[in-house]
């Protein structure tokens, strides 16, 4: 058994009259190939084996990680190393221990079990990857970046390594060699290692999470971020236009994120109404009540005053419209009441006394909210001339 080449060599040369060179060429070829077949065999066999077992057992496909183990065929994988395994160990069948073929051949088995074991490594980092995605709070973190940060570092480690072999240096002989050229390993992978960084800087911090809305204040970013990888970050702006970010930009370069008006009870809205100055007056009763009697919010106002009785001195009217103002927003059902809600009275200006609002209405989404705010200012505006005012317009 441990001579076959040496039989095989005999039996080409006595029997077929075949030169030494020549038969040893071809006893070695067949051995080879020989050795591949039965690689192969065995792999189809354990294989088969192994997708017979899995098909029929229920308690793993009743497994969390089932579905997505098989979907990156990491027992696929693994099983590789098996038919390398045996490869490993028939040369020593087919020829002799000092035979120079015996080193050849397991340095390429040790090379093909090493790249079996990274396609291991990347799929169960992508199987990670995938499983972490299945909830919608885990979906939305920029994991993406920091696994295809792993899979570079898995690629790099795994190519040094294989390199090593097929010299036959050891590792720590090239490492040293790459330490000297580290400015220029730099330079090359300058983009990769920046945006590994910034992705756990992201990841870590929840600076950015999938579905956020951003914006950049140079503008060129103004949407929804769909996809974090490891050089650049996916934007759909309002427009339906790609922006392309990288990462690193996002941790050096401020930005807005609108994911905590999204989680917070409402919708900022907040604009001026402005008065034309020479409308403002002090209300007689007969204006007062003319004005309770149209409309009837106010009419509850007043009777909550102490007594029913109007401030000294009298009331304004646009102090009326202020008071209204309020009233309206604080009973209507598509303004949140509990966050901040101001009517206030700014600093005239050439364009006339602006009357503040600062509200917060409940639809977050974008079309809705400004539907409602256009409908809120649209019947305030319309009511002003009720309090004996009037818009200011510039002639």
């Not at 020593?92 to 050849?104: M, N, Q, S, T, V």
């Amino acid at each position: 058994m441990t001579n076959i080449a040496n039989w095989s060599e005999q039996f080409l040369t006595d029997r077929l009259q075949i030169s030494a060179d020549i038969a040893g060429f071809i006893s070695t070829s067949v051995l080879i190939l020989l050795m591949i077949l039965i690689g192969i065999g065995t792999n189809w066999l354990i294989q088969s084996i192994f997708r017979s077992v899995t098909t029929h057992s229920a308690r793993l496909r009743r497994s969390k990680w089932h579905p997505f183990l098989v979907k990156r065929r990491i027992g696929h994988h693994l099983l590789l190393l098996v038919p390398g395994l045996i490869l490993y160990f028939l040369p020593y069948i087919a020829f002799e221990k000092d035979a120079g073929i015996i080193r050849l051949l397991h340095r390429a088995d040790i090379i093909y079990m090493l790249i079996v074991m990274i396609m291991v490594g990347n799929a169960m980092l992508l199987a990670f990857l995938d499983f972490y995605r299945t909830t919608d709070k885990n979906r939305s973190h920029p994991l993406q970046g920091l696994v295809q940060g792993l899979q570079v570092i898995l690629y790099f480690v795994g190519g040094i390594i294989i390199t090593a072999v097929l010299i036959d240096k050891s590792p720590t002989v090239l490492l040293t060699g790459l330490g000297a050229s580290a400015a220029v390993l730099m330079l090359i992978f300058k983009d990769s290692i920046l945006g590994f960084v910034a992705g756990v800087q992201l990841s870590q911090n929840r600076m950015i999470r999938i579905g956020d809305w951003i914006q950049m204040p140079d503008g060129s970013a103004n949407g929804t971020v769909e996809e974090i990888t490891l050089n650049t970050v996916k934007v759909r702006n309002w427009d339906n236009t790609i922006t392309m970010i990288p990462p690193y930009t996002l941790v050096s370069t401020p930005f807005k994120n609108w994911r905590g008006m999204q989680e917070s009870g409402g919708r900022r809205a907040d604009k001026s109404i402005f008065i034309d100055v020479t409308s403002l007056e002090v209300c007689s009763q007969d204006m007062i009540a003319d004005i309770c009697k149209a409309i009837p919010v106010m009419d509850g106002w007043r009777r909550t005053l102490p007594e029913g009785r109007l401030p000294e001195g009298g009331i304004e009217n646009i102090r009326l419209f202020r008071t209204y103002t309020e009233l309206y927003l604080r009973n209507h059902p598509d303004v949140n009441a509990s966050l901040d809600l101001i009517v206030t009275q700014k600093e005239a200006t050439p364009y006339g006394i602006p009357v503040y609002v600062y509200f917060f209405i409940n639809d977050k989404a974008w079309a809705s909210f400004e539907r409602k705010q256009s409908d809120i200012f649209d019947h305030l505006m319309s009511i002003v001339p009720e309090f004996g005012l009037r818009i200011y317009q510039r002639p």
